[in-house]
C-alpha cells in the first residue's frame, strides 16, 4: 500500500472560480456572487488537463466557488471525462443546479457529484449556508443525483456548532441514498475562522463514533483533515481508507487565478499554472517534497510511529501555528518516542 506519492497527486481539487450565490459562514474560498476577471481561461484549464493527464491520471474534483457560475463548466467537464480522468463535481445547492444540469452531468459520465449538508433541518442548514431554503433544495437535489446514477458525497462540516447534530445528519445522508459522507473538519482558514474547531478529546469521540458505524455499508464514511482516524482505525483493527494521502502527499490545489497549493486549506503557493506544468511543481518543488517527508516534520507529528499512515493536518498546523510541518494540535496522541525519552529523563 503506497504511502507517499511522490510521481503524481491522486486528487487535484480545481478551485474553477470563487464566485457562488451561497455565502456560507465557514467559506474557506470568502466566495461572493461576482466573477473574479483574473480566473483562469478555458485555454489554460485545457492546458493544465492535458499536462495532467500526458504524466498521471488523478481524480479531477471541479470546485469552487460554485462551478456552475463559469460558462465555460460544460466544456471543461467534457474535456477532462474525454482525457480519461475520473471527473467529480462539487457544485453549490443554488437554483442553478437545475434536474437538466444534473441529467447532463450523468450523459457526460462524470464520476461522481457531492453537496455540503451541515445540519439534520432547514433551521440548522440554512444558518450554516446563509440562504433560506438551501436544506429543502439541497435533499431535492441529492435525491435526483442519485436518482441519476451519478454516486453522491455528502460533505459536513464538524465544528463546535455542528458536532451534536452529526447523528441526525448521518441519518438524513443514509435515507437519501449517499455513497459517501465526508466529514471536514474545520480549519480556521478564510471565513471558517469565524468558527470553533471541536477540541481535540471531542475529535476523538467522533472519530470513534465514525468507527464504530463504519460497517461497509452505504453511506461509506470518510474523514477530511482528520488523518489521525487512521491512528484510531489501526489501533481498533479497522479497516483504513486512503492511507498515507494528505495536504501535499497525494492531493494538490489549484486555485481560480491558478495558485498552486498543497490544499485548498494550506494557503501556501508552489507554483503557478498558468506559466508552469503542475505535476512538475508538484514533484519538484520544495514545499510539496518536503509535505511528503514525515521525518522532517516537528513535534510529536515528526516522531510518531503513525506519521506515514496518518501524518497530521499540515493546514490545520500551519493555520494555528504558520508552520505546515509542526504537528498537528486535534490529535490527542503521544508517540511512544516521546513518552520513552520523559520515562530517561525522569529515571
Ligand atoms: S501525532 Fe501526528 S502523526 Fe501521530 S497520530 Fe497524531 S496527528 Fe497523526
Not at 506519492?5 to 459562514?25: G, H, I, K, M, N
Not at 441526525?168 to 480549519?187: M, N, P, Q, T
Not at 484510531?232 to 501535499?248: F, Q
Request: net charge neutral; hydrophobic share 40%.
Amino acid at each position: 500500500m503506497a504511502l507517499r506519492f511522490d510521481d503524481a497527486p491522486q486528487r487535484v481539487y480545481w478551485e474553477l472560480t470563487r464566485a457562488c450565490d451561497l455565502s456560507c459562514s465557514h467559506c474557506r474560498a470568502n466566495a461572493n456572487p461576482s466573477v473574479d476577471p483574473r480566473e483562469l481561461s478555458t485555454a489554460d484549464i485545457f492546458r493544465v488537463l492535458d499536462e495532467f493527464a500526458a504524466g498521471s491520471r488523478p481524480h479531477i474534483i471541479l470546485t469552487g466557488g460554485d462551478p456552475l457560475k463559469r460558462r465555460d463548466f460544460f466544456d471543461i467537464v467534457a474535456h477532462t471525462v474525454g482525457l480519461g480522468l475520473p471527473c467529480l463535481v462539487a457544485p453549490s445547492a443554488t437554483p442553478l443546479l437545475t434536474d437538466d444540469v444534473i441529467q447532463t452531468l450523468a450523459a457526460m459520465r462524470v464520476t461522481a457529484m457531492s453537496l455540503s449538508l451541515d445540519g439534520s433541518t432547514p433551521a440548522r442548514h440554512d444558518g450554516v449556508r446563509g440562504v433560506a431554503g438551501t436544506f429543502d433544495r439541497t435533499l431535492r437535489i441529492a435525491r435526483a443525483i442519485v436518482h441519476a446514477n451519478i454516486p453522491l458525497q455528502i460533505n459536513t462540516l464538524v465544528t463546535a456548532q455542528t458536532r451534536d447534530e452529526l447523528a441526525d445528519i448521518y441519518r438524513v445522508v443514509r435515507d437519501i441514498g449517499a455513497e459517501r459522507w465526508s466529514l471536514f473538519f474545520l480549519i480556521g482558514t478564510g471565513r471558517g475562522a469565524r468558527l470553533s474547531e471541536v477540541s481535540p478529546a471531542e475529535s476523538d469521540d467522533i472519530l470513534n463514533w465514525v468507527l464504530d458505524h463504519e460497517g461497509g455499508g452505504r453511506p461509506i464514511i470518510t474523514t477530511t483533515e482528520a488523518p489521525h482516524y487512521r491512528r484510531l482505525a489501526l489501533t481498533r483493527h479497522k479497516k483504513v481508507r486512503g492511507m498515507g494521502i494528505r495536504d501535499g502527499n497525494g492531493v494538490m490545489f489549484i486555485s481560480h487565478i491558478g495558485e498552486i497549493q498543497p490544499s485548498g486549506f494550506l494557503p501556501l503557493t508552489a507554483g503557478y499554472a498558468r506559466t508552469e506544468n503542475p505535476l512538475q511543481v508538484y514533484r519538484d518543488s520544495p514545499l510539496f517534497q518536503t509535505l511528503r517527508q514525515t521525518e522532517r516534520f516537528a513535534g510529536r507529528c515528526g516522531c510518531c510511529e503513525f506519521r506515514e499512515a496518518c501524518g497530521g493536518s499540515r493546514a490545520r498546523a500551519y493555520a494555528a501555528t504558520g508552520d505546515p510541518f509542526a504537528s498537528d494540535p486535534l490529535c490527542t496522541y503521544q508517540p511512544a518516542a516521546l513518552t520513552d525519552q520523559r520515562a530517561m529523563l525522569r529515571d
